[in-house]
């Protein structure tokens, strides 16, 4: 007896032949079964195999990578307009430094010209560098005379007052503020970047707080209209949610268009022009700075080298009081067709220079520069106050941004349990339509305050640290 078969067990008997040709035929629709899963695991694994190929051979396949913040921000510290900017100024003040240096350096120039006069000195020089005299020459009635002259010039400064060095020291303080100043805008770029990476997120959670609360209102009013149906409700509560579900839908179409508009700031921040982008659904944790020190601040280091350049500009002014002293040398190469004579001469010298009266106008640009070295210290003590109180709102911000979270928190579970109570009431005919789309109501703004609580906390966190000069991700 086997007690697996049935048939077997109840008859005491071997199995009928017709049960083993149905066996057979079991059989051999299992195998066909199995056959046609192999095929299928088959041609599923080509098709998979199929797309794969495809992902990795189509151009830009990489453009469903997630942003997440350290990417987005990596991305926009190299590729944003505002940081290849900072990046143009930093070289514009590296070639001041190159002009600044060649005042040092000796100044060659070539120099040529032709003329042709009959006027006596210029003619009976250009016969003398020609070296083409003639004592038939009539000094009353010199001929006019044609002449090429061909110059190497050769300056350089001896003394210059100190206006040389000056002026080095300059463009080596506004290199160092330009760095310092690119440094900033990275600050400032990289928390514009983190805002709008946050504001992403918080659109997203207020479009699923919409999407739900047509989705509630949908179930409300098809309870409702059953309700109506059964004769146990009035048609207003129909179109009360009728109207309310309208407004729900409209709500979600503003949410939608604030999800796009955050995705293209996003865009913006970050410098691409074109494309869609696909933005991670969390961000890290970031720690909360303890201390309150901001003199890591690079504006206070660009103001200082700024102070540093107008100090050395008072300094380049000022030598304008002073001589100033000038070696120079000349090779000269004359030649002249009308008398058919040429010549070569040399020049050597130095000369000394000093202006004793210019009309004051050494003492206006020592003035100027002076004013200007002024205004840059007054700069320096508006700044510490400046980032003083945007590190002390950003601390307010963020401790509000907490608390608020907290007593949002809260009121979601609250109000998510009082939808459900007030739900079943009003299927039971307990309580109106007004009572479930005031509940409903408020789970949704409840929902939409948590999502702005919690972006709002990461974006204080994410000021915070800006205005401390620290980086947004450690």
Same mark, same amino acid.
């Given at each position: 007896?086997?007690?697996?078969?049935?048939?077997?067990?109840?008859?005491?008997?071997?199995?009928?032949?017709?049960?083993?040709?149905?066996?057979?035929?079991?059989?051999?629709?299992?195998?066909?079964?199995?056959?046609?899963?192999?095929?299928?695991?088959?041609?599923?694994?080509?098709?998979?195999?199929?797309?794969?190929?495809?992902?990795?051979?189509?151009?830009?396949?990489?453009?469903?990578?997630?942003?997440?913040?350290?990417?987005?921000?990596?991305?926009?510290?190299?590729?944003?307009?505002?940081?290849?900017?900072?990046?143009?100024?930093?070289? &514009?003040?590296?070639?001041?430094?190159?002009?600044?240096?060649?005042?040092?350096?000796?100044?060659?120039?070539?120099?040529? %010209?032709? =003329?042709?006069?009959?006027?006596?000195?210029?003619?009976?020089?250009?016969?003398?560098?020609?070296?083409?005299? %003639?004592?038939?020459?009539?000094?009353?009635?010199?001929?006019?005379?044609?002449?090429?002259?061909?110059?190497?010039?050769?300056?350089?400064?001896?003394?210059?007052?100190?206006?040389?060095?000056?002026?080095? #020291?300059?463009?080596?303080?506004? =290199?160092?503020?330009?760095?310092?100043?690119?440094?900033?805008?990275?600050?400032?770029?990289?928390?514009?970047?983190?805002?709008?990476?946050?504001?992403?997120?918080?659109?997203?959670?207020?479009?699923?707080?919409?999407?739900?609360?047509? =989705?509630?209102?949908?179930?409300?009013?098809?309870?409702?209209?059953?309700?109506?149906?059964?004769?146990?409700?009035?048609?207003? #509560?129909?179109?009360?949610?009728?109207?309310?579900?309208?407004?729900?839908?409209?709500?979600?179409?503003?949410?939608?268009?604030?999800?796009?508009?955050?995705?293209?700031?996003?865009?913006?921040?970050?410098?691409?022009?074109?494309?869609?982008?696909?933005?991670?659904?969390?961000?890290?944790?970031?720690?909360?700075?303890?201390?309150?020190?901001?003199?890591?601040?690079?504006?206070?280091?660009?103001?200082?080298?700024?102070?540093?350049?107008?100090?050395?500009?008072?300094?380049?002014?000022?030598?304008?009081?002073?001589?100033?002293?000038?070696?120079?040398?000349?090779?000269?190469?004359?030649?002249?067709?009308?008398?058919?004579g040429d010549g070569k001469s040399y020049t050597a010298g130095i000369m000394a220079q000093w202006d004793l009266?210019?009309?004051?106008?050494?003492?206006?640009?020592?003035?100027? &520069?002076?004013?200007?070295?002024?205004?840059?210290?007054?700069?320096?003590?508006?700044?510490?106050?400046?980032?003083?109180?945007?590190?002390?709102?950003?601390?307010?911000?963020? %401790?509000?941004?907490?608390?608020?979270?907290?007593?949002?928190?809260?009121?979601?579970?609250? &109000?998510?349990?009082?939808?459900?109570?007030?739900?079943?009431?009003?299927?039971?005919?307990?309580?109106?339509?007004?009572?479930?789309?005031?509940?409903?109501?408020?789970?949704?703004?409840?929902?939409?305050?948590?999502?702005?609580?919690?972006?709002?906390?990461?974006?204080?966190?994410?000021?915070?640290?800006?205005?401390?000069?620290?980086?947004?991700?450690?």
């Open positions: 007896m086997n007690p697996t078969n049935p048939t077997v067990a109840r008859t005491g008997s071997p199995p009928h032949r017709g049960l083993a040709i149905r066996d057979t035929a079991d059989c051999q629709s299992a195998l066909q079964l199995e056959g046609r899963t192999r095929a299928m695991s088959r041609a599923s694994l080509l098709r998979a195999l199929w797309l794969a190929a495809a992902t990795l051979l189509t151009p830009g396949a990489d453009a469903a990578e997630l942003w997440t913040l350290e990417r987005a921000i990596g991305h926009a510290l190299t590729n944003s307009p505002d940081a290849r900017i900072a990046q143009q100024r930093i070289a &514009a003040a590296r070639a001041g430094i190159d002009q600044a240096n060649a005042a040092f350096w000796p100044q060659l120039q070539i120099q040529s %010209s032709y =003329t042709r006069t009959d006027n006596p000195m210029l003619a009976f020089g250009n016969i003398l560098n020609q070296r083409s005299f %003639s004592s038939s020459l009539d000094f009353n009635d010199v001929p006019d005379v044609d002449n090429l002259n061909v110059r190497g010039l050769l300056t350089m400064p001896l003394y210059t007052g100190g206006r040389v060095k000056a002026g080095r #020291d300059a463009a080596r303080a506004n =290199t160092e503020a330009a760095r310092a100043n690119a440094e900033a805008v990275q600050n400032a770029l990289a928390f514009e970047v983190a805002r709008a990476f946050h504001t992403v997120l918080k659109t997203r959670e207020i479009i699923r707080a919409a999407e739900a609360a047509v =989705t509630a209102f949908e179930q409300h009013l098809a309870t409702a209209s059953n309700r109506v149906d059964n004769g146990v409700a009035l048609r207003i #509560d129909v179109l009360d949610f009728q109207v309310k579900l309208a407004q729900a839908r409209e709500e979600l179409v503003r949410a939608r268009n604030a999800g796009i508009l955050s995705q293209r700031a996003l865009r913006n921040a970050l410098g691409i022009e074109t494309g869609d982008l696909e933005v991670a659904a969390e961000s890290p944790a970031v720690p909360v700075p303890a201390d309150g020190d901001f003199s890591r601040r690079p504006e206070f280091r660009a103001l200082a080298q700024a102070e540093q350049a107008a100090a050395a500009q008072v300094r380049q002014m000022k030598s304008g009081y002073r001589p100033r002293v000038n070696a120079f040398g000349s090779l000269d190469y004359d030649h002249g067709w009308v008398n058919d009266w210019d009309g004051k106008r050494t003492r206006g640009r020592v003035s100027e &520069a002076q004013a200007h070295l002024e205004a840059l210290r007054e700069e320096q003590r508006k700044l510490r106050l400046a980032i003083d109180f945007e590190v002390e709102q950003a601390r307010r911000q963020l %401790s509000e941004a907490t608390e608020r979270l907290a007593v949002t928190q809260g009121a979601v579970a609250q &109000a998510a349990e009082s939808v459900d109570l007030t739900r079943a009431r009003f299927e039971q005919g307990l309580v109106l339509s007004t009572q479930l789309i005031d509940a409903q109501t408020a789970l949704t703004t409840a929902r939409v305050r948590r999502a702005e609580a919690e972006a709002d906390q990461r974006i204080a966190i994410a000021a915070l640290r800006k205005a401390l000069g620290l980086p947004q991700l450690p």
